[in-house]
């Protein structure tokens, strides 16, 4: 049998994308080498736009009431100063969540099942199969070939499909830091907690069944020491913020320490002759703005779009693809700058502190702010001199 699309991957772009085709009447396989329910590397967080896109996909009903608590109010702390407030709604879409990704993935992946995909676990796609022309006809493993009219990679960083079809990256960097969390039983919170003190950042994510994730994140170059004692600097990051040291000792850690230093920032071109890229595979970054979720769903509305004009026949799919691309890059490109600078973990200059100061004592420009962060308002806007200017002057 031939799909109409073959999707590799089945998380958080993955199905997703695949629902959405299914649901529009295309014959849709999802591949992913892992089962579900399972965890990957990865906080939880999905901001504000993210809940609105489940809201329209008619999931987020199911994501909010699996067990993690809504997250009235956004604080960032960065000693002098604290932002804080509620990040602005949304769609009708008021608060971020924090869901473990056993509970999401899994509930994605029903989503794309219950739209008429076939989803199959346990399976690991090796490499692409090519017509005469080299185009991508489909995917292959051991024992296993499927084709279809165009192959669809949401298989994360290492991705075998943009590998497989000499996907290059652009916009290239390397890893800025190195990211240690855990998850404690026992800290009450009412959201999402950003602590910035030196060249340490310490964030509390509560999330599903009284866990709160806590997380800390120091210089890539500071690997290697951080490295030689995971726990004692685990410790001391949290220990540089007395308040929350003192709750996290009164908890009780639920988890082990999980960590990476391989968060890289590149886009890698998202599409061509037969496939296409969506998620991680081809927009990767450091998770400081905790956005690789949100920017999943986002792509995965943007790319099943293009994908479905193009198999409806209202346009050629390859130049469906090519448009999907181009948006993907205008879109996400001012969050790739800012995600470097953020992850650069510099302090911020006296101009950046300032405004940041200007920012935590007036509610709406707090509120705006978080916008920004979240994805619902543009960076260039938000930073644009004449802007910047009245947020100051408002302030005095
Ligand atoms: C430490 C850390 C914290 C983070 N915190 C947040 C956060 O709070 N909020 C947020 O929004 N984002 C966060 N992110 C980013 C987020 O985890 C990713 O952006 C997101 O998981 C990307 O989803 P994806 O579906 O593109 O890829 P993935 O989640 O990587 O899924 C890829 C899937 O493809 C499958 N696969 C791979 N290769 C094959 C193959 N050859 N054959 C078959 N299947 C294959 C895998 O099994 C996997 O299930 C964080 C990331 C890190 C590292």
Redesign the pocket.
């Known amino acids: 049998m031939t799909f109409d699309a073959v999707v590799?991957?089945?998380?958080?772009?993955?199905?997703p994308t695949a629902m959405l085709l299914a649901r529009r009447g295309h014959r849709v396989l999802v591949?992913?080498?892992?089962t579900f329910p399972?965890d990957?590397?990865?906080?939880?967080?999905?901001?504000v736009p993210?809940m609105a896109l489940l809201e329209r996909w008619g999931l987020r009903a199911a994501v909010e009431s699996a067990g993690a608590p809504p997250h009235r109010r956004f604080t960032m702390d960065f000693g002098p100063f604290v932002i804080a407030g509620p990040p602005p709604a949304v769609d009708g879409a008021e608060h971020p969540y924090?869901v473990r990704?056993t509970v999401l993935?899994a509930i994605l992946v029903g989503a794309a099942r219950d739209a008429g995909a076939e989803v199959r676990e346990g399976?690991?796609?090796?490499g692409l199969l090519r017509d005469g022309d080299g185009r991508v006809t489909g995917?292959h493993?051991a024992g296993f070939e499927a084709r279809a009219r165009i192959v669809i990679g949401?298989?994360?960083?290492?991705?075998?499909?943009a590998r497989e079809a000499g996907a290059e990256k652009y916009d290239d960097g390397p890893s800025l830091t190195a990211?240690y969390?855990a998850y404690y039983r026992g800290l009450e919170g009412l959201g999402a907690e950003i602590y910035q003190r030196g060249d340490r950042a310490v964030?509390l994510?509560p999330t599903n069944d009284g866990l709160t994730?806590v997380?800390v994140a120091c210089p890539a170059a500071q690997l290697p020491e951080f490295r030689a004692d995971v726990e004692g600097n685990y410790l001391e990051a949290i220990g540089r913020i007395p308040s929350v040291a003192a709750r996290i000792g009164a908890a009780e850690r639920a988890e082990r320490i999980?960590?990476?230093a391989?968060?890289p920032n590149f886009f890698r071109r998202c599409a061509g002759p037969g496939w296409a890229l969506?998620?991680?595979?081809g927009y990767?970054?450091d998770?400081c703005?905790?956005?690789?979720?949100?920017?999943?769903f986002a792509s995965a509305q943007l790319l099943a779009d293009a994908v479905h004009s193009g198999l409806a026949g209202e346009r050629d799919l390859d130049d469906a693809v090519a448009a999907y691309a181009a948006a993907r890059d205008e879109r996400f490109a001012p969050a790739l700058a800012l995600t470097r600078q953020l992850a650069s973990m510099e302090p911020p200059d006296e101009q950046t502190a300032a405004l940041f100061a200007a920012i935590a004592a007036s509610p709406e420009q707090t509120s705006r702010f978080f916008g920004m962060m979240q994805g619902s308002s543009p960076i260039p806007e938000f930073f644009a001199p004449d802007n910047i200017a009245r947020i100051m002057s408002a302030t005095g």
């Open positions: 590799v991957g089945a998380r958080v772009a993955g199905s591949l992913d080498r892992a399972s990957t590397l990865s906080t939880n967080l999905i901001h993210g924090c990704r993935d399976v690991t796609v090796e995917v493993g949401a298989d994360g960083l290492r991705s075998v499909v990211c969390y964030v994510f994730c997380f999980r960590a990476t391989d968060v969506v998620g991680d595979a990767h970054k998770p703005l905790a956005a690789g979720i949100t920017d999943a």
